[in-house]
């Protein structure tokens, strides 16, 4: 299974040298292919929908975006074809993909692979596109990312043990390598790791295909489709095989953070605010609630900043109706520092917020779990903080 | 039922204008939509595929290419949403849409209009990407102009009297208004007479879809999208309706010409040629075959220029096997006079030969039916040789 992402096959050329690629690889073996759609095609279709609507249903949406995946994946099955490999391009639907209802964001419900393995069992590559399935006779989409998960998702319906995901970068990174110059590939991460990086900005990966790779026992190889090289593998790893503590250091621009002050110190608010906002399919990152005093409490979280206007609407009713205060900020980035080691070792989080310090930089609110640590900060700190972190856990010299 | 055409919608400002047209419309009772692909998203996205495939399957150009009405779908249903009329962006398929197995050049075998209907129903209007439907599984397109002949044949299932299909220009024309400065609109235009201007170039509607308006007597009005005015109803007329013999002149530069000398005067030849021809999908137009002398006759007819390639393979395979030369041009273009009421009137065909020959252009060929006069002439006199009919038939001062 290989999956080519929007980079990969942003123009003609790169499709042809994709074409090659797969090639290669059929000439090998049985081949299935998952593409994305080319280059910027999803933002260029919404930027046009943006300009005839407003607030556009989802449903149009999706049935807009899903025509991105269906052109880069018949031109890819021509190329091949146009290079001797029989080659069938099939949309999310034909190949078997049936998701929830939820439009935009639809989670698959089951691969039927039937069509699928009977093109591989002519020896021909099917070229499936990602990102999309059907629900009811509705085409939906799968959220950002969406086509990893529809390789993810195909490979473990024939049974695949690997899924080779091609991007523009190499593997994953120590940090992002534009942020820190000696950040290291990663030559292998777990799941939870691969998780935490991803859910943190490392955009290598949709998160939701690192999930079902992890309940699936399949193992995720992310390389380039330009460069060589073995890139990073993300799979199921022996804790002796983690050597260090931290394994890198994450960071997420695109956040907003929503603080809800005064909240009475009864229960049942918490409930019904994030209720609320998953019922408008808001997906609320880090949730910070302060210890009570004077029988208040303040609570903040943080979103992505798409989702900012229907948050604060959201929020500020909630608000509203127990007497409490919402307010909004944009100008904030979390720095995590990620690592299955981390929670056996001592003394990660004091090297963390030392670093931080020493730099100069405020930490506005922490959370932890057992393999990250993450501190919001100001964004104009951010590339600051990444590079204090990275160094002050040795991740830019030791190996890999 | 409005059907609007790739110039219609090539814009955001022109797909919102498009859906103030439609609110308008719906106003005043239930209305069905179907949509072209965005100005030249075809062309690009064969400019495209050209640069990957040489000769790309067919199956993957049907898939590749309704991407682009499914875009223009989605975003008119979204540009309807956004102005208070409830809409749904339909795909050829979902709309009910089924057609036989030949891919680029599918045809309508059913529409269940269900779908639609329900839609209808709800007071909401259902916006159906043309030129596509399915079959057994795989999406096929209708081909060239195909989005009028969804637009009637949905028209028909929905039990419509009439279809309106909207485009840059506001009716059928005595002659291209290009070539000929004093050409007039037509009020009206019989079915046969339609497909007879629009066979020879007048690209106003697909032939298939006055056919099946034909067929269902339907009344298809065309119309600009961009003007106001009542643009050209196509629909049966009363023989005496027809005041004028000659209504329009037709040009049409899209055709190659193909030339079979010694063919020996035994039967099947034809039956041969043309059956191959078949065979590989090449649509022959005219077709003109000499009286035999000295035991051999000459076939000559024409084709459209994109498909000469093949039928010179195949013309070239069939005339070696009788000892036959074949040779092909492409300079060369068709000037038809068309009108129902010809065939009653004497001395047309003399006008046309004699309008010609007085303008100095040279006749190659002529094929006539009951309601037309063609003249196959060098592709350098084609407008010299409209203007000169146009005005022999007093086109330009009569009354439509």
């Known amino acids: 299974m290989h999956k080519y992402g929007g980079s990969s096959v942003a123009s003609p050329e790169r499709i042809i040298h994709v074409a090659e690629r797969v090639k290669a690889a059929w000439a090998q073996g049985p081949l299935a292919v998952v593409v994305s759609a080319m280059g910027d095609t999803t933002d260029d279709l919404l930027a046009l929908l943006r300009q005839v609507a407003h607030d556009p249903p989802a449903r149009e949406v999706d049935l807009l975006l899903a025509a991105g995946e269906q052109i880069s994946a018949a031109l890819l099955a021509a190329a091949l074809q146009e290079r001797g490999v029989p080659a069938r391009a099939l949309l999310g639907w034909q190949a078997g993909f049936a998701t929830d209802a939820v439009h935009r964001k639809a989670r698959i419900r089951d691969v039927d692979p039937a069509r699928v393995?009977?093109?591989?069992?002519?020896?021909?590559?099917?070229?499936?596109?990602?990102?999309?399935?059907?629900?009811?006779?509705?085409?939906?989409?799968?959220?950002?990312?969406?086509?990893?998960?529809?390789?993810?998702?195909?490979?473990?319906?024939?049974?695949?043990?690997?899924?080779?995901?091609?991007?523009?970068?190499?593997?994953?990174?120590?940090?992002?390598?534009?942020?820190?110059?000696?950040?290291?590939?990663?030559?292998?991460?777990?799941?939870e790791e691969m998780m935490e990086m991803a859910h943190m900005g490392a955009q290598v990966l949709q998160i939701r295909a690192v999930e079902l790779a992890e309940a699936r026992r399949l193992t995720i190889v992310a390389r380039s489709t330009f460069a060589g090289g073995p890139g990073t593998e993300i799979r199921e790893v022996d804790p002796t095989e983690s050597e260090m503590s931290v394994r890198g250091v994450a960071h997420d621009r695109n956040i907003a953070k929503v603080t809800i002050r005064g909240v009475p110190d009864r229960p049942g608010f918490a409930h019904r605010l994030f209720a609320a906002l998953a019922g408008h399919s808001v997906n609320v990152d880090t949730i910070v609630q302060s210890a009570p005093r004077d029988g208040c409490s303040d609570i903040v979280f943080t979103v992505a900043r798409e989702d900012l206007p229907r948050t604060v609407e959201v929020a500020g009713q909630a608000a509203a109706e127990v007497g409490a205060d919402a307010s909004a900020e944009q100008d904030v980035a979390m720095v995590s520092a990620v690592g299955a080691g981390m929670v056996t070792r001592p003394g990660v989080a004091a090297a963390m917020f030392g670093a931080l310090a020493e730099a100069g930089i405020n930490i506005e609110a922490i959370t932890t779990s057992e393999i990250k640590i993450s501190c919001l900060i100001r964004e104009r700190d951010v590339e600051a903080a990444v590079r204090a972190v990275h160094a002050a856990f040795g991740l830019g010299q030791a190996k890999a």
């Open 117 to 191: 393995q009977a093109i591989l069992a002519e020896g021909a590559v099917p070229v499936v596109a990602g990102f999309q399935g059907l629900h009811a006779g509705e085409i939906t989409t799968l959220g950002r990312g969406g086509s990893d998960t529809t390789a993810v998702a195909l490979a473990a319906a024939l049974g695949c043990a690997r899924c080779e995901i091609y991007s523009d970068v190499d593997g994953v990174y120590t940090a992002d390598p534009r942020v820190v110059p000696d950040a290291r590939r990663l030559a292998v991460l777990s799941y």
